[in-house]
């Protein structure tokens, strides 16, 4: 097994692991995502993402077979004047082909990824992983990765008793 840039000829090979992907993403958050029989990203977005010199796609091949890729691309805090400059790598999607799992496969992506990243000068990698995804989750954790922000949502279709002021009165404000 070997890890790889992607050229513009590994455009269909990413697309079959973006849906494999998708799939598993509209299984374990149907509330979110739907299952799609098509490619949800157009090929242009593909090919742009591997002409980008501040992003790739890191293949995982195995015997000329393409059975994994990490989409990987330089990002930074916004521009406001309350944060610091901090220019990082950012891991959009992992995904290795189900029948190779647990091999070893995402550890060699990451690894070329923690390459990728220190060929541009940067010091951190940043990614974003659902709760309920404990699998890649705990990948993450593995690897070093800790906490820097949590996302919250409140679903107020939920039949809950919201809080109100009153509730709320000896509790400190931010």
């Known amino acids: 097994m070997k890890t790889r840039h992607a050229t513009v000829h590994d455009v269909p090979a990413i697309q079959r692991l973006y849906r494999e992907l ?16 098509e490619d949800a990203r157009p090929d242009s977005l593909v090919r742009d993402r591997i002409e980008n010199p501040d992003a790739d796609y890191l293949l ?37 082909e189900k029948s190779h799992r647990g091999g070893g496969i995402g550890t060699q992506l990451f690894n070329a990824a923690v390459a990728w990243t220190r060929e541009r000068g940067l010091d951190h990698i940043q990614t974003t ?46």
């Open 22 to 37: 998708d799939r598993y993403h509209a299984e374990l958050l149907p509330a979110f995502f739907r299952a799609l029989t």
């Open 60 to 96: 995982a091949e195995d015997d000329g077979q393409i059975i994994g890729c990490l989409d990987i691309r330089k990002a930074d805090h916004p521009r406001y004047p309350m944060f610091r400059r901090h220019e990082f790598a950012l891991i959009d999607n992992v995904v290795v």
């Open 129 to 174: 992983v659902w709760s309920a995804n404990t699998q890649t989750r705990e990948f993450y954790r593995r690897q070093g990765f800790a906490p820097l922000t949590e996302r919250l949502e409140l679903d107020l279709r939920e039949s809950k008793t919201l809080p109100t002021d009153a509730d709320n009165a000896d509790k400190p404000r931010s």
